[in-house]
C-alpha cells in the first residue's frame, strides 16, 4: 500500500480498492489452505467462480484481476514469489455501461434546490457542486485543492490529477462568485475550528481538509437536505460536464485534456451519452416517433 501510495501515486480510493481485493484473495487462500506462493491458474479461476456465484459482478472480477495482477508483479520484483500465475488468466468481458449523467434541467433544479437551503453549509455545499460540474475534476482532484491552487481572477484552478500530474482546469464566473462568497463566509468561520490549520479550499464541518469519502457524504446529505434524487456522486457531475461540453460543440481533444485522460478513448464514451440522448429526445419530441398502437 505504501508503495501505491508513494512510488506510484495512486489516489487513496484507488488504494483502498487495491487493498480491498488483495486481502479479500488472501481470506480465500487462507481458507483453502494455499500458500501465496503455490497459486495456480485453477486456483484463481475458483476463487473468481465463487466471487461471481456470490454476486459480484464481472467489472469487478476484472478489477480484482487487475488489482492481483499488480500485487503478485511487485510480490516478484521484492523477492516474494517468482512468478505471477495471473498473467494466465483472462479477464471476463462485460458490456460497457454509459456513465450517468443530469442533463441541463436537471443541473439547474439542483442548484437551485440546494441554493433554498438555509443551514450553515448550504453555501459550502452549492460551491462544490458547482466546482465539480463547472471544472470537471475528479474527486481525489477536488479535495486536494488547496487555497493558493485557486486564481478567481482568471478563473482557474491548478489540480494535481493521476500520476501526479497537474493540469489547469476552468471553472464558469458563476461558480466563481459562489466560490468567492464561500471563501469570505463559510469557509472563514469553519477553518477556526480546525486543531491544526489546513491550506485547504474545500473544509469539513471539523475544520479539516475534506476526504473523497467526506464528499460522498456531503452529496448524499445534499440530496436528504433537498429532497433530490438524483443518486448523486462526484463522478455523476464531472460526466455531466463531458457531456455538456460535447453537446455544445467542444471537441474531443479539448475535453480530454480538461478531464486529464491520458488516452483519448477513455473521453470517447461520451460521444455515446450524447447518441442516446439524442435519441431520447427525438423519441419524446418527434410527432411522428412514437410507434402505433
Same mark, same amino acid.
Given at each position: 500500500? !505504501?508503495?501505491?501510495?508513494?512510488?506510484?501515486?495512486?489516489?487513496?480510493?484507488?488504494? +483502498?480498492?487495491?487493498?480491498?481485493?488483495?486481502?479479500?484473495?488472501?481470506?480465500?487462500?487462507?481458507?483453502?489452505?494455499?500458500?501465496?506462493?503455490?497459486? %495456480?491458474?485453477?486456483?484463481?479461476?475458483? =476463487?473468481?467462480?465463487? %466471487?461471481?456465484?456470490?454476486?459480484?459482478?464481472? #467489472?469487478?472480477?476484472?478489477?480484482?484481476?487487475? /488489482?492481483? @495482477?499488480?500485487?503478485?508483479? *511487485?510480490?516478484? @520484483?521484492?523477492?516474494? &514469489?517468482?512468478?505471477?500465475? =495471473?498473467?494466465?488468466?483472462?479477464?471476463?468481458?462485460?458490456?460497457?455501461?454509459?456513465?450517468?449523467?443530469?442533463?441541463?434541467? $436537471?443541473?439547474?433544479?439542483?442548484? @437551485?434546490? +440546494?441554493?433554498?437551503?438555509?443551514?450553515?453549509?448550504?453555501?459550502?455545499? $452549492?460551491?462544490?457542486?458547482?466546482?465539480?460540474? /463547472?471544472?470537471?475534476?475528479?474527486? !481525489?482532484?477536488?479535495?486536494?485543492?488547496?487555497?493558493?491552487? &485557486? !486564481?478567481?481572477?482568471?478563473? %482557474?484552478?491548478?489540480?494535481?490529477?493521476?500520476?501526479?500530474?497537474?493540469?489547469?482546469?476552468?471553472? /464558469?464566473?458563476?461558480?466563481?462568485?459562489?466560490?468567492?462568497?464561500?471563501?469570505?463566509?463559510? #469557509?472563514?468561520?469553519?477553518?477556526?475550528?480546525?486543531?491544526?490549520?489546513?491550506?485547504?479550499? =474545500?473544509?469539513?464541518?471539523?475544520?479539516?481538509?475534506?476526504?473523497?469519502?467526506?464528499?460522498? =457524504?456531503?452529496?448524499? %446529505?445534499?440530496? +436528504?437536505?433537498?429532497?433530490?434524487?438524483?443518486?448523486?456522486?462526484?463522478?455523476?457531475?464531472?460526466?455531466?460536464?463531458?457531456?455538456?461540453?460535447?453537446?455544445?460543440?467542444?471537441?474531443?481533444? /479539448?475535453?480530454?485534456?480538461?478531464?486529464?485522460?491520458?488516452?483519448?478513448?477513455?473521453?470517447?464514451?461520451?460521444?455515446? &451519452?450524447?447518441?442516446?440522448?439524442?435519441?431520447?429526445? *427525438?423519441?419524446?419530441?418527434?410527432?411522428?416517433?412514437? @410507434?402505433?398502437?
Amino acid at each position: 500500500m !505504501d508503495y501505491l501510495a508513494n512510488d506510484r501515486n495512486y489516489s487513496e480510493q484507488t488504494v +483502498n480498492s487495491y487493498k480491498f481485493d488483495v486481502e479479500k484473495f488472501f481470506n480465500y487462500l487462507y481458507k483453502k489452505e494455499v500458500l501465496m506462493d503455490a497459486v %495456480e491458474a485453477s486456483t484463481i479461476r475458483d =476463487f473468481l467462480t465463487e %466471487e461471481i456465484e456470490s454476486g459480484i459482478s464481472k #467489472r469487478s472480477c476484472r478489477r480484482r484481476i487487475s /488489482s492481483l @495482477k499488480h500485487f503478485y508483479s *511487485y510480490m516478484i @520484483k521484492v523477492g516474494y &514469489v517468482k512468478e505471477n500465475p =495471473f498473467l494466465l488468466i483472462d479477464t471476463p468481458k462485460f458490456d460497457k455501461r454509459l456513465p450517468d449523467v443530469l442533463y441541463g434541467e $436537471q443541473i439547474d433544479y439542483l442548484f @437551485k434546490a +440546494n441554493k433554498g437551503r438555509n443551514d450553515f453549509l448550504a453555501l459550502r455545499d $452549492q460551491a462544490i457542486i458547482e466546482t465539480l460540474f /463547472s471544472s470537471g475534476v475528479r474527486a !481525489d482532484e477536488l479535495c486536494k485543492l488547496d487555497m493558493q491552487s &485557486v !486564481d478567481l481572477n482568471r478563473r %482557474e484552478m491548478r489540480v494535481i490529477g493521476k500520476g501526479n500530474k497537474e493540469r489547469v482546469v476552468l471553472i /464558469s464566473n458563476e461558480c466563481k462568485k459562489t466560490l468567492t462568497q464561500y471563501i469570505k463566509e463559510s #469557509r472563514s468561520q469553519l477553518f477556526k475550528r480546525a486543531k491544526i490549520p489546513t491550506p485547504a479550499l =474545500f473544509l469539513n464541518n471539523r475544520g479539516n481538509r475534506l476526504t473523497t469519502r467526506g464528499l460522498e =457524504f456531503i452529496l448524499t %446529505e445534499i440530496q +436528504n437536505k433537498t429532497g433530490v434524487d438524483f443518486g448523486l456522486h462526484p463522478h455523476m457531475l464531472r460526466h455531466s460536464f463531458a457531456t455538456y461540453l460535447l453537446a455544445q460543440g467542444a471537441d474531443l481533444v /479539448s475535453i480530454q485534456k480538461l478531464l486529464g485522460h491520458e488516452n483519448l478513448n477513455a473521453t470517447q464514451i461520451y460521444t455515446h &451519452v450524447s447518441e442516446e440522448s439524442m435519441k431520447e429526445t *427525438y423519441l419524446l419530441k418527434h410527432p411522428r416517433s412514437k @410507434k402505433d398502437n
